[in-house]
């Protein structure tokens, strides 16, 4: 299994602003994937991070938006740039840990852009 | 394109009646599902899944679901509601290896 802790649980941002949200993972993994519900939706995949390359953004998402790092096996970031209220959600990461395949999700990060 | 379906985007149940979520996959070979259940303000619980063997599979809570790989479906039920079940489900889609493909979610309203 695979903890997951999210830094920050909450932010309430000025339009314009970025806010960088951090995911760490209690063992080691290879795959890191980042997810942006909407209010009232479903998830939607931002990314998908492995550690050593550029992040792989799904149609719709763009670096220069969400700039995603993945310094090692066990942490990651998800910059939400110039944001808008449009921004505003909940960011979760998730990754798949374990000999079988499973996913693991944080608790999110509920982000409010005024 | 892969997808995953949820028709049912509201249910309302009374407690203590039996519950049935519908989740219908369109995928080239059979993936592995899940059922979440989302409880508001709250993250992301996992209430059961399928990766090969019975179909029939035993979840948290007193969930079950059954694959129906005839039907590409993956219901999830429950034989007896309690007013604490009310909340969203999402059943999720998807290879080891690749992200999860969630369908659009089941709001679920229990009434006493």
């Known amino acids: 299994s695979a903890v997951i802790s999210q830094k920050p649980s909450r932010d309430i941002c000025q339009r314009g602003t970025s806010l960088t949200i951090q995911c760490q993972v209690d063992?080691?993994?290879?795959?890191m994937f980042w997810y942006r519900q909407q209010p009232g939706q479903s998830l939607t995949l931002i990314a998908t991070?492995?550690?050593?390359?550029?992040?792989?953004?799904e149609s719709g998402f763009v670096i220069d938006k969400f700039p995603i790092s993945r310094p090692n096996l066990t942490f990651s970031t998800l910059t939400v740039s110039n944001m808008s209220p449009e921004d505003s959600s909940i960011y979760l990461c998730?990754?798949?840990?374990?000999?079988?395949?499973?996913?693991?999700f944080g608790p999110g990060t509920r982000l409010t852009v005024t | 394109a892969q997808s995953v379906t949820q028709p049912d985007i509201h249910i309302t149940v009374s407690e203590g009646a039996s519950l049935e979520l519908r989740c219908n996959y369109s995928?080239?070979?059979?993936?592995?599902l899940f059922w979440y259940v989302q409880s508001p303000g709250q993250g992301l619980q996992l209430l059961l899944k399928?990766?090969?063997?019975?179909?029939l599979v035993q979840g948290i809570k007193g969930f079950e679901a059954e694959f129906k790989r005839s039907q590409s479906s993956f219901n999830l039920r429950k034989p007896s509601v309690h007013w604490s079940d009310a909340a969203e489900y999402f059943c999720?889609?998807?290879?080891?290896?690749?992200?999860?493909?969630f369908g659009k979610g089941t709001s679920l309203l229990v009434t006493p």
């Open positions: 995928y080239g070979a059979t993936p592995y």
């Open positions: 063992s080691q993994v290879t795959m």
């Open positions: 999720a889609v998807g290879y080891s290896g690749y992200a999860l493909n």
């Open positions: 991070a492995n550690q050593g390359s550029e992040a792989t953004y």
């Open positions: 399928y990766f090969s063997g019975d179909t």
């Open positions: 998730s990754v798949e840990a374990g000999q079988s395949y499973e996913q693991y």
